[in-house]
């Protein structure tokens, strides 16, 4: 299976708002609702954001938001801030013979 | 307090293996998956250990030259790569997988470096 699909880079200006896709298919990301998003800051491990599509786990905070149409995954970054510049990863559940697939990675920019 | 702790920096030759240990503290019962990212690179899921059992599922991009282990007496999970190539430069990390694919805790990685 191939890895999800992302943008490589998306930017906003401070306060604006964000969104990165994710898109699957009908066997990953489209066919069961564990969806998860990653955030990795340079040198650090990742941190997760998103889970089960569209839950935050608790102290995230409730800029981010999570979402789901079809094989398309989304996350969307509201007001953003300094720290949110950093890179996104979205995951999927998928089954088969690599039951996991991370997405390829996005740079967030806040300019 | 929850901590999983990695062992440190390889460099092997290609061909070789490499043992990268993960200990766990301040748990124990979740399972354990190992996740690599070569330098400049994404995230890319590598397998899981059920703890209970031994019990794993590797990616099918590693299967025939990965095993993860776990050590219960010590909480400690291993993961072993073999037959080493030049691509398999990158971080291991191990995470704590609390539902499906979330993962709550993370190790902070180990550097493998595969030269001649």
């Given amino acids: 299976q191939s890895a999800l699909t992302q943008p490589r880079s998306v930017s906003g200006s401070p306060g604006q ?14 066919g069961y609702n564990y969806v998860s998003w990653y955030q990795q800051h340079p040198g650090t491990a990742p941190k997760l954001m998103i889970s089960d599509v569209h839950k935050r786990p608790s102290g995230v905070s409730d800029r981010f938001s999570g979402s789901k149409s079809g094989d398309t995954a989304s996350l969307t970054i509201s007001g953003l801030q300094a720290d949110d510049e950093a890179d996104y990863y979205c995951c999927s559940y998928g089954g088969g013979n690599t039951p996991i697939l ?10 | 307090q929850v901590q999983l ?8 030759k290609p061909g070789a293996s490499v043992r990268v240990s993960c200990k766990a503290s301040g748990f124990t019962g979740y399972f354990i998956h190992w996740i690599r990212q070569a330098p400049g690179q994404g995230l890319e899921w590598m ?21 993860m282990t776990s050590d219960t007496s010590i909480n400690t999970f291993y993961m072993e790569l073999s037959r080493l190539r030049p691509d398999d430069t990158a971080i291991y990390f191990c995470a704590r997988s609390y539902s499906n694919i979330d993962y709550d805790y993370w190790g902070r990685g180990a550097l493998v470096t595969v030269s001649s």
């Fill in chain 2, 47 to 67: 397998g899981w250990i059920n703890p209970y059992n031994g019990v794993t599922n590797y990616a099918q991009n590693f299967q025939g030259r990965v095993t």
């Fill in chain 1, 102 to 111: 991370f997405g390829g990675g996005t740079k967030l920019t806040v300019l």
């Fill in chain 1, 17 to 30: 708002s964000v969104t990165i896709s994710c898109t699957g298919t009908n066997s990953d990301v489209g």
């Fill in chain 2, 5 to 12: 702790v990695q062992s440190g920096a390889e460099v092997k």
